[in-house]
């Protein structure tokens, strides 16, 4: 029985009349009422079945120093104190989750887990609150989501929210919130809710607000209220944290050596992150080494600080760099050109969480300065009396208050600042690296005004920071994915780990056993391997410092069944310009679902590393043939002399005619043989190349011959059981330049099934390490591509390459900015070259594509509602686009494609919430975007042309469809569309179709032409699919359709 009741409030104006009622979905059903928080007994999680778990009875207040459960006569409430740093409130979360539960929930608070609050059209409750409030201080409400941490809007509780306008000290009165005002762009279905806030006014303010709530609950049908005489939109100004007054970033005026200004904001926001004159330099210390990241919050921006063993980081004070004139345009803090000078200065203070904090190792910082040789201050540790309660903690920001007395030292009067340091803790005294700290930072300033910190608890030192074994730890989180974690005491036990030292490789037994060494490259060594005769099959390499695999003076091959590029490491893999030996890396290994469920390993994997892979130039990539190449024959003809070398390779494309690939049962109907075949070139004399054996198929007049040969070859070794794949992802460098990329990448055109696997909740590891729990084992994992930029943070640069893939793709660009730039692709099953996500922005020019038959020869729209838009570019194509952004010219497909050698696939589902990744190179009015926030800003929607295009392209070949075009939106006054530039696509099949549209209306057809080639085909020159009753339009079009029996079909 509850004890909430609702008086009788009789008025005149209500709720159902203001502004806040268009926000309501009249559409959805009502759902029942739900009480959040009611009795004394809703302050405790309870169980959720039958199960008996320990954590029954936990607190479900967000801090039980500040939030009590009252147990009143009249009605249960809520008594939260604020604090200048903390707010409290209501914990809506699973509090007993994991392996032991087998991932179900156990115990909650709230009746259920993360509700979704947009099942219900309102949050009510009475409250009452006592504080001392002016126009920025006001009582306020507001939620965060479980994952991703979002916040809601922040909604000051006045006004229209509250029953006569305010809230009273003495009285309870009313509260009714329509959820649909607490949604942000961000979070629009506020789904997920872990925590409902009442909230501080922050640190400019001494007296807090007090807050008194009862009967919590979500409903349908609220009591009716007055509305207060207020603005009708919600306030956001409070913060979520601890602020401080409102300083600008930098004095009005130049300062003097001792400003009378008492507060000095160093970093409050994102924009403090760069130099004042331009922003695309940042002020951070290792930031590319790090990762630092800001996060620009609607509570409180903050940046992230997550030191390696190695190297610390941190913010920059002062001019960066001085023009020629000497005057300084890059400047940090303060912001004016000059050097900070902290000797009169009394405290430093800023708030932290820290996360990774263990038995020796605390978070620490330091300042360097006082000009050349730098000197450095002593270093603090942040805990005991410089902390908030004593030590830094990860589930919330502490305020850190520092006396610079505690800082100087008899050397350094802290003048001439240059840097502030969030240290690393290194290595113990076994030689093992401590886990990583990883330090969230705010509100960093310094000032004369004396801080105060909350006392600490009883003890004078912070409780240990304890960890369960970290051998429990089965994988690593790196940028997007969780990795294996390799150390030698996770060794077998026969194997050897072997570090280099004296920038040498390691001495190797030769007699070892294949797959038991594995060779690591410590940050401080730089080395070369050149050995011309290394029979060594290692199991893995892992390269934390430098290692430049080239010849000296023979070609040089390396055996591997895994190379990993850690972050700040760097693998070079190269031959010099006009070297005549070559580089060979084989992949030869075996997965291990074991250890690797998720198959990331065999191959090379540069996990936010610098991977370079340059073979020497390759001047002529094809040639065509002058006259047809005949079976039996060993002779070529090409149209000119080309600068291919005797002793290498090239690719001829299929080139029959006449397949009936629009049979339902093609190829199994038909005696379907592919022709593609390889010459090896044994002399050249002018025009005329010698192949090593006589050709088994012909080869058209203009087909074009591919130069395959390459000084650097990376390929999956025949003896592997396993094939290899190239991935890089994060920050580094990624370039993969004139190399040969041969029998690489895993993942098949079957239906995407990838390993289901999450971290065990009930072990307590340190930051970014879990032990992961397998709850389905893949057998088709995504991603295990040739060559694959995923989420890169860099710009990517693959050119020049021949990449002859088993698998399913084989240049992929996910989510990452990449030059796709003259390259060959010969025989990928799925898509030869794949822009995966529809946030790519990098080019694609001038490649040559050749099909082999391969794919599922199936459309995208079967997969995609069913793989939630994973599976996609199955069917088997030439180049496979997710959407418009990147300029797609000059390219060239041959040979036969399962379905279409260039294909467009724009549908917005799934995509929508993408970001385009912030690089170097991207169009700045894209960079950091989401792609559902772009469409808008073209008056007649985005098209292929607003930063990209399809710009003469060309394609001779067998397939089903030439161009593929679906789900191009436009305006109803467009008259334009999308333009396809310069095409000519000519299909050697029986039957098929130039040009499909799927979901599209309009397009612009510029100087394109249409060809069959067999007599008495039956070819459509452009079809269109299902446009909603529409009719294509191709409006002021120079388009040519020769020799096919049908120039337009189905709703042209």
Request: glycine share 8%; net charge negative; aromatic share 8%.
């Amino acid at each position: 029985i509850h004890k909430m009741k609702f008086g009788c409030i009789v008025l005149a104006t209500t709720l159902a009349g203001g502004s806040a009622a268009r926000r309501l979905r009249n559409t959805r059903r009502l759902r029942e009422d739900t009480f959040i928080f009611d009795t004394v007994a809703d302050g405790t999680a309870q169980a959720t079945t039958a199960n008996t778990s320990d954590k029954v009875g936990t607190s479900c207040s967000t801090d039980d120093r500040r939030v009590k459960f009252m147990d009143d006569d009249d009605q249960d409430y809520m008594d939260i104190t604020t604090t200048k740093w903390h707010s409290g409130g209501y914990r809506m979360d699973c509090v007993d989750k994991g392996s032991h539960t087998g991932w179900q929930c156990w115990a909650t608070c709230s009746p259920f887990p993360n509700p979704n609050f947009m099942e219900w059209n309102f949050l009510t409750f009475e409250a009452k609150v006592s504080g001392t409030f002016d126009s920025i201080c006001k009582p306020t409400i507001g939620l965060k989501k479980r994952w991703p941490s979002y916040s809601s809007n922040v909604l000051a509780l006045e006004g229209e929210y509250v029953d006569g306008g305010s809230l009273s000290e003495t009285e309870w009165t009313r509260v009714v919130i329509p959820i649909g005002d607490l949604s942000t762009a961000e979070w629009p279905n506020v789904d997920g809710v872990k925590d409902i806030y009442f909230r501080n006014c922050g640190t400019a303010y001494s007296v807090n607000p007090h807050y008194q709530i009862r009967g919590l609950l979500l409903t349908d049908d609220p009591p009716t209220i007055s509305a207060g005489e207020v603005t009708a939109e919600p306030t956001s100004q409070p913060t979520g944290h601890p602020t401080t007054a409102n300083p600008t970033k930098s004095p009005s005026s130049p300062p003097t050596v001792s400003p009378t200004e008492p507060y000095w904001p160093i970093w409050k926001e994102a924009g403090d992150s760069n130099t004042l004159e331009d922003p695309s330099h940042t002020c951070f210390e290792q930031k590319e080494r790090l990762g630092i990241a800001v996060e620009d919050n609607v509570f409180q921006d903050y940046f992230t600080i997550r030191p390696d063993p190695w190297v610390s980081g941190g913010i920059k004070f002062g001019c960066q760099r001085k023009d020629a004139n000497w005057v300084c345009d890059r400047s940090c803090f303060p912001f004016d050109g000059s050097t900070p000078d902290w000797s009169e200065k009394l405290y430093l203070t800023f708030l932290a969480k820290v996360e990774g904090a263990s038995p020796g190792c605390t978070p620490k910082i330091s300042l360097t300065g006082g000009g050349w040789p730098r000197l450095s201050s002593n270093k603090i540790f942040l805990e005991d009396t410089y902390v908030d309660a004593g030590s830094l903690v990860s589930s919330e920001f502490r305020r850190v208050a520092i006396p610079l007395d505690d800082m100087r030292t008899n050397e350094w009067t802290l003048k001439n600042l240059y840097a502030l340091y969030f240290h690393t803790c290194g290595f113990n005294e076994e030689g093992s690296a401590y886990p990583l700290l990883t330090y969230h930072v705010s509100d960093l300033a310094v000032t004369n005004n004396a801080i105060d910190v909350i006392s600490m608890p009883p003890t004078t030192s912070p409780t240990p920071y304890v960890t369960d074994d970290t051998l429990l730890a089965t994988h690593r989180f790196i940028h997007k994915n969780w990795y294996p974690i390799f150390a030698p005491n996770r060794e077998p036990a026969e194997n050897s780990w072997l570090i280099a030292e004296n920038d040498a490789w390691p001495i190797v037994d030769s007699s070892a056993p294949s797959h038991s060494v594995t060779v690591f490259i410590p940050f401080d060594q730089n080395v070369i391997f050149s050995a011309a005769a290394d029979s060594t099959i290692y199991d893995k390499i892992i390269v934390e410092g430098s290692l430049t695999i080239r010849p000296v003076d023979a070609d040089v091959k390396i055996t591997v069944g895994t190379i990993i590029v850690e972050k700040g490491g760097t693998l070079n893999i190269l031959t010099e310009e006009n070297s005549e030996h070559t580089v060979t890396v084989e992949i030869n290994g075996a997965l291990d679902d074991q250890t690797d469920p998720e198959e990331m390993m065999v191959g090379i994997l540069a996990l936010e590393g610098s991977l370079t892979i340059s073979g020497n130039e390759v001047h002529t990539k094809m040639a065509p043939l002058s006259q047809t190449a005949n079976a039996g024959s060993n002779v070529l003809v090409i149209n000119e002399a080309a600068e291919f070398a005797v002793g290498g390779e090239l690719t001829l494309p299929d080139t029959q005619e006449g397949l009936n690939v629009g049979h339902w049962n093609f190829p199994a109907c038909c005696s379907y043989t592919d022709q593609t075949e390889t010459c090896t070139i044994t002399a050249i004399d002018g025009n005329q190349i010698i192949c090593e054996q006589a050709l088994m198929y012909d080869h058209a007049i203009l087909s074009n011959a591919a130069y395959i040969s390459r000084s650097v070859i990376i390929r999956t070794s025949e003896a592997s059981i396993d094939r290899g794949h190239i991935l890089h992802t994060g920050a580094g460098k990624f370039e993969v330049r004139n190399a040969r990329v041969e029998n690489l990448g895993r993942t098949s055109t079957d239906l995407i099934d990838s390993t289901v696997m999450a971290p065990d909740g009930d072990l307590n590891l340190p930051p970014g390490q879990a032990k992961m729990i397998v709850s389905h084992q893949g057998s088709n994992q995504i991603a295990r591509y040739a060559v694959h930029a995923h989420h890169s943070l860099v710009e990517a640069y693959f050119s020049g390459n021949a990449v002859l893939p088993v698998g399913r793709d084989g240049m992929v660009a996910h989510n990452s900015r990449v030059h796709i730039i003259d390259n060959i692709v010969a025989g990928a099953n799925g898509t030869g070259i794949f822009l995966e996500d529809g946030t790519e922005t990098g080019p694609v020019l001038n490649n040559y594509i050749i099909g082999r038959g391969g794919g599922s020869r199936g459309g995208d729209d079967g997969r995609f509602s069913s793989q939630s838009g994973t599976d996609m570019a199955h069917g088997g194509f030439g180049i496979w686009c997710r959407g418009k952004l990147a300029l797609v010219q000059g390219n060239h497909a041959e040979g036969h494609f399962g379905v279409s050698p260039f294909a467009f696939f724009v549908h917005p589902n799934f995509i929508s919430d993408k970001v385009i990744p912030d690089v170097q190179g991207t169009p700045a009015e894209l960079a950091g975007k989401k792609l559902k926030d772009i469409e808008p800003t073209h008056t007649n929607g985005l098209q292929l042309q607003s930063y990209g295009g399809f710009v003469n392209n060309s394609a001779v070949a067998t397939f089903q469809v030439g161009i593929d075009l679906s789900y191009f939106s436009v305006s109803a006054d467009d008259e334009v569309g999308s333009i396809i530039q310069d095409a000519f696509i000519k299909n050697l099949a029986l039957n098929g179709r130039g040009i499909s549209t799927t979901h599209s209306r309009l397009f612009t057809l510029n100087d394109v032409t249409i060809q069959g080639t067999v007599a008495e085909n039956t070819i459509t020159g452009i079809w269109c699919n299902n446009c909603n009753g529409c009719t294509l339009q191709t409006p002021n079009t120079t388009l040519v359709i020769e020799n096919v029996v049908s120039n337009r079909g189905g709703n042209c």
